[in-house]
């Protein structure tokens, strides 16, 4: 069966990087596109960017552009969201997602999330 | 970007109650909209994608409708795991935005 497990939880400084990892099984890696989105604390969901496994191809919003970084491990079938700069409203719960079966922008199956914490 | 805002943000709904929650986009986005539930501490949860199509195993109470700028989710007969908070995607360009979210809670 498809599962995305994400590493753990992540306390930062503000001004610091974060990297979160999601490793993917179950299915062909390379088939389907890995999203990102994060939910700050009782808010909404918000996407942060996604990445093509097969080419390596990236995709974010333009607020996160210049501060995220979506890579990949194909021999280890993980994808990564490096997020620079840390403020304090960066505090959120991080999921990896992935597309259905025929479409990769609508989100099936997710990680289990990740806190990062931004804090002084 | 495309904006979705969706109506009610709170509802309070009982046990065997029909509900519909509603989604309007600020540009048409022909039928590329899904809809989420999330329960506290979760990831959300996959119901309908393509406005209308119903996620395999997600029960049959649950259904999607709608095109262009305005949908609709209805939940037919509510069970005590329908409350939730509900959300709506739109993946017709992006960055995919998704709504704000209705509260549905216990009446």
């Known amino acids: 069966q498809v599962q995305l497990v994400q590493s753990g939880a992540e306390v930062k400084k503000p001004g610091a990087s974060v990297k979160v990892s999601c490793k993917a099984s179950g299915y062909t890696f390379t088939g389907h596109f890995i999203h990102w989105v994060r939910q700050a604390p009782g808010q909404g969901l918000e996407w942060v960017g996604w990445i093509n496994p097969n080419t390596g191809g990236t995709n974010s919003p333009q607020k996160f552009q210049g501060r995220v970084t979506i890579t990949r491990d194909m021999s280890i079938k993980t994808a990564y969201m490096e997020l620079s700069g840390l403020q304090s409203d960066d505090t959120a719960v991080y999921y990896c997602?992935?597309?259905?079966?025929?479409?990769?922008?609508?989100?099936?199956?997710w990680g289990q999330g990740t806190l990062v914490t931004v804090s002084s | 970007d495309i904006q979705l805002t969706q109506s009610p943000s709170s509802l309070s709904a009982s046990v065997g109650d029909r509900v519909t929650i509603t989604c309007r986009a600020s540009?048409?986005?022909?039928?590329?909209l899904g809809w989420y539930q999330q329960k506290p501490g979760k990831a959300p949860n996959l119901l309908v994608y393509?406005?209308?199509s119903l996620e395999s195993g997600v029960p049959l109470r649950f259904s999607g409708s709608g095109s262009g700028t305005d949908f609709t989710l209805t939940i037919s007969s509510l069970q005590p795991g329908d409350f939730a908070i509900y959300y709506c995607?739109?993946?017709?360009?992006?960055?995919?935005?998704f709504g704000q979210g209705t509260r549905l809670e216990i009446k």
């Open positions: 393509d406005a209308s």
């Open positions: 995607q739109q993946y017709y360009r992006s960055p995919y935005t």
């Open positions: 540009q048409g986005i022909s039928k590329s």
């Open positions: 997602a992935r597309g259905i079966e025929f479409g990769d922008y609508v989100f099936s199956y």
